[in-house]
């Protein structure tokens, strides 16, 4: 028993229980386990259908050690918002309300409750988990699918080359909304994410981040390289760690040397049928993005 | 089943319940822990999608009864702490 | 007008809504505009405006919003309101099933309206009875003081133990809803005794006692769940005859026996049944024609009173619904349902009065005379229509 006491980084309090039915290596069901972590136990969640809902709540029972509610896909942020304004009817504005929705709950069907609650200026932390498509139905394309990823109602073919769209970037949306901290974090920097939730949380008004969360059977990878598909989209420049203060744009972690598109892309299914083309096209956008948020930075 | 108990709403009032829910069933592969390897650097806590790794007096506590084998604390240790073995080769 | 006591007023229908939620003390309201429904929502924010109803208000964006929002807050534990109107009742659909799912005690207004298309902001019932099989009690207002009377009602209803059931409160639009009538406006202390403290029942979101609200319910459960709000349904009945009567002793109004209201029905030859403000013309009808003719006012079309009405409707000469919309396909819902608690019964159906195509005394005179020649027995007769 030679073994080193153990440093924990982030709070030990685990407030998502086990036995919950996510995929083994669920990217999703980490970022909810390490989000709850930084909102602690006195917090009320309100979750949208999808794979979150679904895996966590089997009647009877929860894997929820904090209030929970879910009411329909579309309206998390509706419900929160009604949440909110009861607890400041009763005087428990103490009390932190939190939003776990995937990328279909919140930019694509939740869009219109999420940008009524962030004009009306709700104080609640919205966390989208991004896993680029929707998973729970079995892995079709949404507005949040990255260009070129196949999904099953953007099937690679000799026509289409997999989705055609680009992402939809929602958090510059929220910035737009004067939401005043909106964050991108991703479940393979959970330090930077748990500090985002904190900030999140002491933020008066709405705050939103937007996590990207790997999903083994909807990306296609095998399950125990959640972690390394999240490290290799931040260090290629795919996925962008920043945050947006009162407006004011950071990155938070800057890759020491951003490596090619292509060794997040090959590992996946999901890009298996890109062309050198594809792939330098694909590197092209990612070089722009980057430069965009390069001049960002000297901005500030 | 026949034991559920019907709440008005479809309330649940036992949080955590889902650990009634043994998920260890579904592993293939079992995370074996070299505790004399390991550097206490809590990686393999950190990035459990299922809180099954926790901390302990030495190293780690890997929790069976609900780990689905993922392999996330395998991949992620930085000093292979940590060797997937399948479960039929446990002894 | 010495009956209806010292503080009487002149308003309209969306006044007397918006007045009970006042009385009531509601803590959370969530509404989003809609014609016939506006004024309520603006009534509310001015009566918040001027202090005179301490309350959250929600400027949601839509109605889906605005029911989404107030489940959010039942939830949290709190008394809420909202309102809504046709296209934004429809909107609200799928989350009317939540509700009631969720045994939420939460109170809605609806000041019924035509749906598109073609788009018509006038009066029929075709929203409100299109959500008849979401769960919710359903009660149909004659008068404005009927209106203030039901909503104060409606929440004793609603957040009672055996019920815990979301209840709509329907009052035709414009007729009633930007129509001048005398209301007597009962003391705001009496009403708050009368609804008594807001004690969530069966849930609560709070970090102090954990709950999980809104699960998965899969097929070893969910029709548990479902026959369990049927039963509730089944309690209302005799819920809404209490408060009905407790309502009576503390107020000195009732409305029938809460669930269905009988006029001149004991000697009649026929029978009218109908719901909502058409029925203030059939008693005229009866008053000043017909005295052969009875009234019977479905108040509560949800729990659907059909044994009390099949007693009323036995021997008589001819009886006869009148709906003020359609199932297209099939026989109209109000006759429906009568029949299928009088099936020996010969009923006729008419359809009168959609998109606020007015129903005049002549109109109900039509209606009558289809009962008497014993037509409209396997198709509806539509009354006053040009095609």
Redesign the interface.
């Given at each position: 028993?030679?073994?080193?006491?153990?440093?924990?980084?982030?709070p030990?309090e685990?407030l998502?229980?086990?036995?919950?039915?996510?995929c083994?290596?669920?990217?999703s069901?980490?970022c909810v386990?390490?989000c709850l972590k930084a909102l602690g136990?006195?917090?009320?969640v309100?979750t949208s259908t999808g794979c979150i809902?679904?895996t966590?709540?089997?009647?009877?029972?929860?894997?929820?050690?904090?209030?929970?509610?879910?009411?329909?896909f579309?309206?998390a942020?509706?419900?929160?918002?009604?949440?909110e304004?009861?607890?400041?009817?009763?005087d428990r504005e103490d009390?932190t309300v939190a939003v776990f929705s995937g990328d279909g709950g919140t930019v694509d069907i939740g869009f219109?409750?999420l940008?009524?609650m962030a004009?009306?200026g709700h104080n609640v932390v919205y966390i989208c988990y991004d896993n680029e498509a929707y998973m729970n139905t079995g892995v079709q394309r949404s507005g949040a699918t990255p260009p070129y990823a196949a999904t099953t109602t953007t099937p690679a073919g000799k026509v289409w080359r997999g989705e055609m769209r680009p992402k939809k970037d929602m958090p510059r949306i929220m910035v737009d909304h004067g939401v005043p901290y909106v964050a991108t974090a991703c479940?393979s920097h959970?330090q930077d994410l748990i500090k985002k939730v904190e900030k999140a949380k002491e933020t008066d008004g709405p705050a939103y981040i937007h996590v990207l969360c790997p999903c083994?059977p909807g990306w296609g990878y095998?399950?125990?390289?959640?972690?390394?598909i999240g490290e290799l989209a931040v260090d290629t420049g795919m996925w962008v760690l920043y945050e947006v203060e009162d407006g004011e744009f950071r990155l938070t972690y800057r890759p020491r040397e951003r490596k090619p598109v292509e060794e997040y892309l090959k590992r996946q299914k999901r890009f298996q049928h890109l062309t050198e083309e594809e792939i330098e096209e694909i590197q092209r956008m990612v070089d722009e993005q980057w430069e965009e948020l390069e001049r960002l930075e000297r901005e500030r | 089943m026949s034991e559920m108990e019907y709440t008005i709403g479809a309330v649940i009032k036992e949080p955590g319940s889902t650990r009634r829910n043994k998920t260890g069933r579904w592993r293939v592969f079992r995370p074996v822990l070299d505790e004399d390897k390991c550097v206490g650097c809590a990686r393999c806590f950190m990035f459990c999608p299922d809180g099954c790794v926790r901390p302990a007096e030495d190293a780690f506590k890997i929790d069976y009864e609900y780990c689905k084998g993922c392999g996330i604390c395998a991949k992620v240790c930085p000093v292979d702490a940590i060797e997937m073995v399948l479960e039929e080769e446990m002894e | 007008m010495t009956e209806l006591g010292p503080d009487v007023r002149v308003i309209n229908g969306n006044y007397a809504a918006a007045e009970a939620v006042r009385l009531v003390d509601v803590d959370v309201i969530a509404a989003y505009p809609i014609t016939p429904q506006t004024p309520i929502v603006e009534y509310l924010s001015e009566f918040i405006a001027n202090g005179e109803l301490d309350a959250e208000f929600i400027h949601v964006e839509s109605e889906h919003s605005a029911i989404s929002a107030v489940v959010g807050a039942s939830a949290t534990g709190v008394r809420v309101f909202t309102a809504t109107a046709s296209q934004g009742l429809a909107l609200m659909h799928e989350v009317l099933f939540i509700a009631s799912g969720l045994r939420l005690p939460i109170v809605m207004a609806v000041a019924n309206r035509a749906l598109s298309a073609p788009i018509n902001i006038w009066c029929d019932h075709s929203d409100t009875v299109a959500q008849r099989d979401t769960c919710w009690i359903q009660l149909y207002c004659e008068s404005n003081q009927e209106i203030l009377d039901t909503i104060i009602q409606a929440y004793r209803i609603a957040e009672h133990e055996d019920v815990l059931l979301p209840v709509m409160v329907c009052f035709d639009g414009f007729t009633l809803s930007h129509t001048l009538e005398p209301v007597a406006i009962p003391d705001e202390e009496r009403v708050r005794e009368f609804v008594g403290e807001f004690e969530p029942v069966h849930c609560r979101l709070d970090p102090e006692e954990p709950m999980t609200i809104g699960p998965v319910g899969g097929p070893d459960c969910y029709m548990e769940f479902k026959k369990m709000q049927h039963e509730a349904m089944e309690r209302a009945r005799e819920v809404i005859g209490e408060v009905n009567r407790e309502f009576s002793d503390a107020f000195g109004r009732s409305y029938g026996d809460g669930l269905v209201e009988e006029y001149n029905t004991e000697d009649a030859d026929y029978i009218v049944i109908a719901m909502g403000s058409v029925c203030g013309t059939v008693k005229h009808v009866i008053d000043e024609e017909r005295p052969d003719v009875g009234l019977v006012r479905v108040k509560a079309y949800r729990p659907f009173p059909g044994d009390r009405i099949a007693e009323i409707i036995q021997d008589r000469e001819g009886v006869v619904t009148i709906d003020r919309t359609h199932s297209y396909g099939a026989m109209p819902p109000l006759w429906t349902d009568v029949k299928a608690h009088a099936p020996d019964v010969e009923v006729s159906s008419t359809i009168a009065g959609l998109g606020g195509r007015d129903v005049r005394p002549e109109d109900v005179l039509r209606a009558i005379k289809v009962a008497e020649e014993g037509k409209g027995t396997d198709e509806p007769v539509w009354i006053n229509v040009n095609v």
């Open positions: 028993m030679s073994g080193r006491k153990p440093r924990l980084p982030i030990k685990e998502l229980a086990p036995g919950h039915r996510a083994a290596g669920c990217g069901a980490l386990r390490l136990r006195n917090t009320i309100v809902e679904v966590t709540t089997p009647y009877p029972e929860t894997a929820w050690e904090v209030p929970w509610i879910h009411v329909a579309e309206n942020a509706a419900v929160a918002s009604g949440v304004r009861a607890l400041k009817a009763l009390v219109q409750a940008s009524g004009e009306r479940i959970p083994p095998d399950s125990s390289e959640t972690v390394e | - | -």
